[in-house]
């Protein structure tokens, strides 16, 4: 059972945190500090999540410095799945 992260950041907004792989057009959660998780997700509390995304040799730990940091490289996620049905060969525009 994974265990329950909050951070405070600088700017005193309480965010849960969780370690997540991206898989099946979502993000499915993993243990924190998991070595196979591709990105850390911050979810404020009625706000917009946002993703950073783990790069090769990144620190995983649970330290302030390194959570504050994590934050301020993330991007905001989008709040609902991209319409690609223009995408697809024979899509009529709407």
């Not at 951070?7 to 993993?30: C, L, M, N, W």
């Not at 999540?49 to 996620?77: N, V």
Request: charged letters at 25%.
């Amino acid at each position: 059972m994974p265990i329950a992260v909050y951070f405070t950041s600088a700017a005193g907004t309480r965010y849960p945190v969780y370690d997540t792989i991206f898989s099946k057009g979502k993000h499915e959660q993993r243990p924190i500090g998991d070595p196979a998780a591709t990105a850390r997700v911050f979810v404020p509390n009625g706000g917009m999540r946002r993703s950073y995304t783990f790069r090769k040799g990144d620190i995983r730990i649970l330290a302030e410095q390194t959570l504050e940091q994590q934050l301020r490289e993330s991007a905001y996620l989008p709040s609902e799945p991209p319409d690609n049905s223009t995408l697809l060969p024979g899509a009529r525009p709407r």
